[in-house]
């Protein structure tokens, strides 16, 4: 498949980048990386988190699965092999035609996903713009939502990143402000924002 | 060896003219017509009395052994529609993945099935009810023979349902690539006669198990909450740890309300490369407004909300298309006194009836 130039951004270092398929152009780490590599006019900007081991062809497998998607997500596990649900992206209720013939080529309709193994196209950020700050912690998921009402995107669950579990990091007082707008945004269904609830915990951390 | 074991050890005395549910104590009252032998081809080759020597012992093991190699026993529940019931079985008599068992339920029919059946399917089980106990009594039945022979997969199918001739080993290919644990219903696509999905059997993906939804789409699955009895591979410990679908229930329903049942806690996918055919007179959908059978819709569908099948947030979906129904068909059939009433006797009964 012949693809324009795919830049990396990741908030550290990634590993393993050698084990693909295909070639990566340039890798943009930590604060402002994203701004950067969209301006450094790439086709595609593959989005990690934090510490990933890509597996092989983890890249590959997402720019071949569906070439007609703006953003493809993949699966993120831990060192263990453990699917990390949280970094899960969000899938979206289709008609069934869609989604059986979507099952038969190895693939789920998405509707939001947060920035742990994603490959977006860049003209997703000429049109949409830079991820908003003021939605915190799931800036992505809000990214996101907003191109998949516009553009299509898949979970490509063969492609693979391992990584590092941050335990500690759950949401807090602190978060309240872009939860509200996720919610007032409809960035979230009322669903998710009970899922993000839960996901706290019940111990919501305040910081004075 | 094992392949040279008869098919005929494995069933019934030729003598026994009573079929006995596994559970039951009382004798079922109906006719049972045993065939010289269960299945026009040799059992597989792993030997089923091995097979079953080791469920006993080792759960592990008879897990791994409900491969393509188990026993596939399809149920075709049948009343008054020969010629249909004629392609269905000609269908299933001609998978690749040839059949283990096939058994004919019939629900009383008065068109000659029976003697069909009997001359042109002689490899076929046919199990006579003396009195029409709908879809539900008759799938419920079926899976009881099934079950007491230890077959390891029950098919489940209408006698409208017309499977591609690989259907049968899509399924089984999809239950061996499954994640694990192994899952406990697997289905077809389910197609009309123009080849789109039939709205009656249209797959209800379960988007709420997130890490089983992606597991299962990384096989080529799609993970599903329920399905119809149109082309069901249902696991025989479904029916030990779960039971059999609700006699009571007649007809319409009594799949969804089975199958919801049994995937409550675990899992079931659709497997895109099994295909079947649903050949209904129109692809109309499951609540059909035009039925003189809503009655059995209006009324099934409140016993499963007052039921056990899904859990709180889902009767809410579920309640939701429900409620949806009942409008359209109210809307459609007001100044119909006759329609009302029954739809009143529906709800009444629904809301007092047995959800068990």
């Keep these: ?66 070439p007609e998607a703006g953003v493809t997500a993949g699966l993120a596990v831990d060192a263990g092999g453990r699917l990390l649900v949280e970094q899960l992206p969000k899938v979206t209720a289709r008609a069934p035609e869609e989604l059986v013939s979507l099952a038969a080529r190895s693939l789920l309709p998405i509707r939001s996903t947060p920035f742990a193994n994603v490959l977006v196209r860049r003209d997703c950020f000429d049109r949409h713009g830079m991820p908003d700050r003021r939605y915190g912690r799931w800036a992505p998921v809000a990214w996101s939502a907003s191109v998949l009402c516009e553009r299509v995107g898949y979970l490509v669950p063969a492609s693979v990143v391992e990584l590092e579990v941050e335990g500690s990091d759950r949401p807090g007082l602190h978060d309240c402000r872009a939860f509200a707008r996720m919610l007032r945004t409809g960035a979230w269904t009322r669903g998710d924002a009970v899922g993000a609830l839960i996901a706290s915990g019940g111990r919501v951390r305040i910081e004075r | 060896m094992a392949e040279d074991k008869p098919v005929h050890r494995l069933e019934l005395h030729p003598d026994e003219r009573v079929l006995r549910a596994p559970d039951l104590e009382a004798p079922v009252p109906h006719e049972w017509h045993r065939p010289e032998q269960l299945c026009a081809t040799p059992l597989a080759p792993d030997g089923a009395a091995d097979h079953r020597q080791q469920q006993t012992f080792d759960r592990g093991a008879h897990e791994r052994m409900l491969d393509l190699r188990g026993r596939v026993c399809a149920i075709v529940v049948t009343r008054n529609r020969r010629e249909l019931l004629r392609r269905c079985l000609a269908a299933l008599v001609g998978q690749k993945r040839q059949l283990d068992g096939l058994l004919v339920v019939d629900n009383a029919s008065e068109d000659g099935t029976a003697r ?190 007052r039921g056990t099948s899904f859990s709180a947030v889902e009767r809410v979906d579920f309640g939701r298309f429900v409620a949806r129904s009942f409008r359209v068909y109210v809307r459609s059939h007001w100044r119909d006194s006759r329609r009302m009433s029954a739809f009143a006797r529906a709800v009444w009964d629904g809301l007092t009836g047995p959800t068990r």
């Design chain 2, 116 to 305: 069909m059946v009997g001359d042109e399917f002689p490899a076929a089980s046919l199990l006579r009810l003396t009195e029409n106990r709908g879809g539900a009594g008759g799938f419920h039945d079926g899976m009881a023979w099934a079950c007491a022979r230890e077959y390891d997969w029950l098919w489940l199918l209408d006698d409208d349902t017309i499977p591609r001739d690989d259907a049968l080993g899509a399924l089984l290919e999809g239950a061996m690539r499954a994640p694990k644990p192994m899952p406990m219903v697997l289905t077809s696509q389910v197609r009309w006669k123009d080849e789109r999905l039939h709205p009656m059997n249209a797959p209800v993906a379960r988007l709420r198990w997130r890490r089983e939804l992606a597991e299962g789409a990384a096989h080529r699955l799609l993970l599903i909450r329920y399905t119809t009895f149109v082309s069901a591979l249902v696991r025989r410990d479904a029916v030990d740890r779960f039971g059999l679908p609700l006699e009571h229930f007649f007809i319409w329903s009594d799949d969804v309300e089975y199958t919801a049942r049994v995937l409550r806690t675990t899992t079931g996918y659709l497997v895109p490369d099994s295909i079947v055919y649903h050949w209904t007179d129109r692809p109309h959908g499951a609540a059909d407004p035009a039925s003189d059978r809503f009655y059995f819709h209006a009324r099934n569908a409140l016993l499963i909300l």
């Design chain 1, 1 to 66: 498949m012949k693809t324009g130039a795919i830049f990396v951004v990741a908030p550290t270092p990634p590993s393993d980048l050698s084990r693909q398929s295909v070639a990566v152009a340039k890798t943009y780490v930590g604060m402002g990386a994203l701004s950067r590599a969209v301006a450094g006019g790439c086709e595609w900007v593959w989005l990690l988190g934090a510490a990933a081991r890509p597996r092989a062809d983890a890249l590959g497998l997402l720019l071949e699965a569906a």
